[in-house]
């Protein structure tokens, strides 16, 4: 009910715009203060994000349809969140319950898709095409992926650019990093190992989004400016063995997703960024632990930026509650 509800707000907020491809959409509220995030990977900071944008766990799948192997086998709940210029940002949070650790593959990020990993896709300009980029680097133009791996041995380094032709043993790739990229994550019991039972992982980054990925570095790379009514796509698989040798292990996915979503950006789900707060000028850069900022934008960076009301969004609801 509260979902249909959301669709049929947005409908009317959004009446007259193409939508993109058939299936699921999501909509991704506006972080209304980027300077109070902390990427921690606790979402204490995440108060603000309405439920009405999460994934629950009961709308985490199989992506092939497999029933879970227990009840306790995997859940996961999702937030987005975004910022515009000069902050950039693609804020993300999860929380995850897991009956089996596997993190056989640690040690070496460009292996972490062999263990339980978070997987994602990205397409920010929505043009669709092959990311991989395995054998044909090219393919980047159309999007990337990351892998971030619950266990991992050096913090400072969470994630894992994936899938970047010619240059698997570099991984993880520049973008994944200060200042480009920041993630934490919390792992409990703290002492959990390879195929420890019942964990609890949480996971929160931080991105700056990219049209077109050099591995090579910032130079060729086509940033992706955040704005209000994009649609984008994204692609979320947790990668779930459960066993000491992998993998056939569970892929799960918010539902509507596609098999293939983090090869095939047109399998993707679109994600549609809104704006949930009174006004998207004279944003305040970075967050706490999660840099100054987008570093293309740097320069509109100013000093004396506050952060912006987050009212918006509850008067909507307000007005549809009446
Ligand atoms: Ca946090
Ligand atoms: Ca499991
Ligand atoms: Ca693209
Ligand atoms: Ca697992």
Redesign the pocket.
Known sequence: MKRLTLVMILSLAFAGMAFGHAGTTHFVPTVPDPTAMNIDGDDADWGWHDDDFATFPDDIVDINGRAP?SDG??SALIRWGWTPPPDNGIYFFTRVF???LRAADYETKGDWWNSDNLSHAFDFDHGGGVVTGNSEVSELENGYRIHIAPFYANAEVGMSMGGLAGDPAESPHWSCCDPWGFMDRILLPADADHLSANVEYSIEYKIHPHDVYDPAGPDNTVPHVNAADQIVHLAAMFE?G?GPDNNNG?RWIAAGGEAGDVQWSDNMVDHILIQTVDSLEGYPCGSINGGNGDPRFAEQCASTATAVDNATWARIKSHISK
Do not use: V
Request: no cysteine; hydrophobic share 0%; proline share 0%.
């Open positions: 192997t086998d995997y897991d009956d089996t779930d459960d569970h």
